[in-house]
């Protein structure tokens, strides 16, 4: 074990992949040399080669375009989009292309090798283009999985699994904590499935669910509502899709209460999906309607960040107001 | 050089601006209209074999797109395109390439896919979606795909190939890397080539593509289909500039224009673009120009945007004007080709009634390749529908008696 850093911990598994496969490839926007903007391929370059790890043009449509080739040959194409905002030119291609390569060729072809990771929500000051959360979009779209890990061990797991899997992953690493979360991290190769919440902590009175960045969030509201006698389950989701219905439901069957929430505006976010799906498995068990503590439906602001984000205090009102309905 | 870390510019004093349309690329041509080699012109070496296979499958693919025109319009099947005025262009590039190289095509290169050994009824199962369609049912007519014969499945959205088959010949050229060097090595054993139209070509994908190509020298022939029309939209309503050739040169991408009905100027051409990108590892534009003489597709009219003049002036057959040269070289005759052609007709019929007759594919596959196994939500979903369906098996008949 070492102690690590989110940016080490991506790092050390991208670095066992380019060991593993001598075709695998890192690719995108200042990744080669300069080792991205946030640094989470440093040293790599001079490791690989800058035949395996490389900069490209500034098109994400491109880098993309790119990736769903370089995997339907067979190696793995580990792309990075410089912040989650800038993923949209690329959208074509990950949802009419990545996304469908097997199922329209009957399984003929596939992009099972292709890992897409990029930073993804607020905290660091960016305003509107460098805050989104944009993982809903994607899980729309059958065919592709999407995860998000909380912390540095869970990120080198989450990412060999994705990296490893054999289907096209989008990976999104919350930037607020590249640096700000660290902790002990197996220097060898692990790996944590996909498609598995994990419940952080246990509890009977109340499901608190997130992932990513917002984690630590709802973390700190259940220790508040542990100083007031509430006993909170603290779950993070870690897959967006698939999801773990089965986790989520057994709990919110034990506590009869859940919040969800998550930094991306809420109308159609991703918490709308787990809410209506919970109230069909556990109607019966519930003791109070599921709520949502969300962005709220306008871009992602610059100086009234602080009001804007879904904070400890907001989800501490959500769980209250659900102990009292 | 216009890199302005470069200190060596090209200065000049002169306030001067480059016309858009300074830059006029040749377009070789070798064949006559009368099947005779232009006299300034040089022949490509090729067998006889591949010549007449070139012939044969050109000849294949024009009565393929005849009767399954025919069989839309019967309501046989549900949509078509053919390649009518383009076989040349596509079949003499295919022929060119080696089987294992590559092919990443946009929609109209049915006869590339014939050159490489896709059957009659391949097409056909393909085109009537039924279980024995190597793509399961799940797309349109003539969206073929085969890993067998290295041609990667078609997808509907236009130019989404493009940098995809940058991002394929980097594989097939990171795959020469030493392990211990990390160096490449000097010559690749196959390439990939890319079919698209000069519609494509204004996608955003194209540029993308092709700029990534040149950037990390990636082993790909760029084929470049003017056919004079995007739907019903003409070429000069979609670009400015010397076609689509000027393009490449601005990409700093070695280029060439062919007359796309012209099978040996098509074949010499990419066979020297197959040997640039195997030997020098890096990309080569092709664009073919050869006139859409049918339909977009049979969903489009033409005769809605384009006159009888002018179809009128571009009736130059490329198949013909390769049996003329055929029949000079004493490789071919007249009598020969008409028995085969009629047994070729008999073949398509028997073909498209046998695939008419095919099942459906399976239930299962409704939720099956969508990922490499079924998620947890999909098999929920599918066992609710299985039990809905033997529920009320007279609304869903294709399926209803199958189920396990």
Partial sequence: ?325 | MSNPNNVSLNINHDLEFIDGHALTIPTLSILTEEGDIHPSATAPTISKHTALKLYETMRFIRLLDERMQGAQRQGRVSFYMQCLGEEAAVTASAAALDQNDMIMAQYREQAALHYRGFTLDQFMNQMFSNELDLGKGRQMPIHYGSKELNYMTISSPLGTQIPQATGYAYGQKVKHIDAKTGELASTIDNVTICYFGEGAASEGDFHAGLNMAAVHKAPVIFFARNNGYAISTPAEEQFKGDGIASRGVGYGIKTIRVDGSDALAVFAATQKAREIAATQGEPVLIESIAYRLGAHSTSDDPSGYRSKDEEANHKVCPIDKFKKWLIKQDWLNEEDDAKAKEAIREDILAALKRAEKVQKPALEELISDVYDTPIPSLTRQYNDLKAHIKQHPDAYPITAGRIK
């Fill in chain 1, 1 to 325: 074990m070492a102690k690590m850093n989110m940016l080490h911990a991506i790092n050390s598994a991208l670095d066992i992949t380019m060991n593993e496969h001598p075709q695998a490839c890192i690719f995108g926007e200042d990744v080669g040399y300069f080792g991205g903007v946030f640094r989470a391929t440093s040293g790599l370059q001079e490791k690989y080669g800058k035949h395996r790890v490389f900069n490209t043009p500034l098109t994400e449509q491109g880098i993309l375009g790119f990736a769903n080739g370089l995997a339907a040959f067979g190696a793995p194409a580990l792309a990075e989009i410089q912040f989650a905002d800038y993923i949209f030119p690329a959208f074509d291609q990950i949802v009419n292309e990545s996304a469908k390569f097997r199922y329209r060729s009957g399984n003929e072809f596939n992009v099972g090798n292709l890992t897409v990771r990029t930073p993804y929500g607020g905290g660091i000051a960016g305003g509107l283009y460098h805050s989104q959360s944009p993982e809903a979009y994607f899980a729309h779209t059958p065919g592709l999985k999407i995860v998000v890990p909380r912390n540095p061990y869970q990120a080198k797991g989450l990412l060999r699994a994705s990296i490893k899997d054999d289907n096209p992953v989008i990976f999104f690493e919350p930037k607020r904590l590249y640096r700000a979360s660290t902790g002990e991290v197996p220097e060898d190769d692990y790996t944590i499935e996909l498609g598995k919440a994990e419940v952080v902590q246990e509890g009977t009175d109340i499901t608190l669910l997130a992932w990513g960045a917002q984690m630590e969030i709802v973390e700190n509201s259940a220790k508040q509502a542990h100083e007031q006698g509430i006993s909170c389950e603290v779950i993070d989701l870690r897959s967006i899709l698939p999801w773990d219905v089965e986790t989520i439901a057994k709990s919110v069957t034990k506590t009869g209460r859940l919040v969800i929430s998550h930094e991306a505006p809420i109308t159609n976010g991703f918490g709308a999906e787990i809410a209506a799906t919970i109230q069909q498995e556990c109607f019966l068990h519930l003791e109070s309607p599921i709520m949502r503590v969300c962005g709220l439906d306008t871009p992602y602001p610059l100086a009234l960040e602080k009001e804007y984000v879904p904070d400890a205090l907001k989800v501490m009102a959500a769980i209250k107001q659900s102990m009292d309905f």
